[in-house]
């Protein structure tokens, strides 16, 4: 059964518009490695080619003048000021996952790396967990099965805890509690924040089917006939991928029932369509997240957008993704590979993240999809036509939506291109109320400018 755990993230930096490279950087880290030797490393010391590196993507890899590794949050608030008075640019990395160019990293500046801040403290008593914001979602999940107990955090085990919770935080338990983000319990203020997530369960059903390509109309029908049943079973949850130009992965199936209950009737839909492997069993949520695949590939890049769910809509998708021309420019690229994602989002994941006082996020309180496009490839050379061809697709099936009636405005941060405009799509409303928050705590534009990626506020 489902018990509702509060998650305390502590030291979860915003990466939040750059500044010109200063040449001061390397000079500021000679001092700093000075004064904090134990927690900066230099280009020149053996560990610095693995951590500038250790981001997911190698289109977020970087080379910063250090790295400076806080233990805690008098250290993260330390580094913050010294930066800041001397307008040296910095990124932040919590797990570093986020596939966008310096999102996570930085040329000629610092960058903070937050994993020395790992902390997962279990409090049954207050039912809370206090997580460092440098943590990654595997071993938070891993430390708390111990206890029999889980969170509403990511859907992928090398996620880091602040990128997710920043970009709001899609889990296989939002039906049941809402994002990421609308459990967070509090925030210390500078560059520390506390969330509250949520609580498990003891196993789950769940698990990979695998499809071949020719049954990607049959997934599209199954898809819908999910979403559209007006009782919605809050354990159910899945998300689809389709890699429509590489036939030797097809299309992948994600499912995960939040009770230990064999193939449930919420995913019956799917049962009918034959598949190449399937791994659904009854595990742990950990175990099921650990068995999903990532495909190898060295560089990616996203797009999101949304829209309502549509028998026609997806049909007019499932052949544009199939039959367009901009699937020959990606795979003429080295290990050039497009998948397409559907992530169905129930009006109770809205509904959920009201109750607990509400988001800036701007969504409708109705069944949606959140749809992503994600681009591999090897080299990167081509990360230019990459990104165009992909950009190209996407608006093709924005237009697709808008002209149906479908499209709604909200852009998923997680899934978002670097040159997506996120916050704006929050709506103008929710883009006041947090140039308010951010007069109140970053009154000098600190994050604004001196840290070059990530999602700026219009």
Known sequence: MLRQVFLSIFCLALTLHPATADVESSA????????????????????????????????????????????????????????????????????????????????????????????????????????GAGQRWGDVYKQLDAYNVTVVGGRVLEVGVGGLILGCGLSYLSDLHGLACDNVVNFEVRLDTGSSLKVLITEVWGGTKLYSLDHLPDLFSAMIEYQSNPNKDPYANLFMQAFTTNASIGAVVNLVYLKPEASPLAFSPFYSIPTVNDTTKIQTLTQMISGQMVPPFPRFDWFA??????????????KLTTTAPELGSISSLTAGSLALGLQPISSSVVAAGRARGGNALNLEAIDQTWFVLDIAYWFPEHGQAAHDSTRRLHTKIENITKDSGKYLPYQFMNDASYDQEVIRHYGEVNVQRLRSVQKKYDAELVFQKLVPGGFKLP
């Open 28 to 131: 500021e880290c000679q001092k700093l490695s000075e004064k904090s030797r134990n927690n900066t490393v230099l280009p020149s010391q053996n560990d610095y080619l693995s951590l500038s590196t250790e981001n997911w993507s190698e289109t977020a890899w970087a080379k910063p003048s250090c790295i400076f590794r806080p233990r805690g949050t008098s250290e993260v608030q330390e580094v913050v000021e010294i930066l800041a008075n001397r307008s040296i640019p910095f990124a932040i990395r919590s797990g570093g996952h986020m596939p966008s160019p310096l999102a996570a990293n930085i040329n000629d500046g610092v960058l903070i790396d937050m994993s020395m801040l790992n902390e997962v403290e279990y409090n049954a008593a207050k039912n809370q967990v206090k997580v």
């Open 305 to 318: 957008t949304s829209f309502k769910p549509d028998a026609s809509l997806y049909s007019q998708i499932e």
